[in-house]
């Protein structure tokens, strides 16, 4: 059993930056990250590959976040530029344990979340 956790979210002001880290406690394959705000579904918002080669971002943040691997520390980033309101939720990451890349499902593992809210 894989344990995830998250880190490194908080409160700032709309154009500022975050960093979220994902700590894994093992070995895990594909990584990502996904955000609930209140009162609306979950959604996938990046995602990197076991070996790094391939990265996902949904289109909303596409160009602001960016997503990295260390694996030294077993964590995996997410960068976030140029915050907006609408970037307020509860961000969680997720990891699998297949060989293959499908960023937006299929994932074994979660984190219990992490808070970043963004103040106007």
């Known amino acids: 059993q894989v344990q995830l956790v998250e880190s490194g979210g908080g409160l700032v002001q709309a154009g500022g930056s975050l960093r979220l880290s994902c700590a894994a406690s093992g070995r895990v394959g594909t990584v990502g990250w996904f955000r609930q705000a209140a009162g609306k579904e979950r959604e996938f918002v990046a995602a990197?590959?076991?070996?790094?080669?391939?990265?996902t971002y949904e289109d909303s943040v596409k160009g602001r976040f960016a997503i990295s691997r260390d694996f030294a520390r077993n964590t995996v980033y997410l960068q976030m530029n140029s915050l907006i309101v609408e970037d307020t939720a509860m961000y969680y990451c997720?990891?699998?344990?297949?060989?293959?890349?499908?960023?937006?499902?299929?994932?074994?593992?979660w984190g219990q979340g992490t808070q970043v809210t963004v103040s106007s």
């Open positions: 997720a990891a699998d344990t297949s060989q293959y890349y499908t960023p937006r499902s299929g994932y074994d593992y």
């Open positions: 990197i590959s076991r070996t790094t080669t391939y990265t």
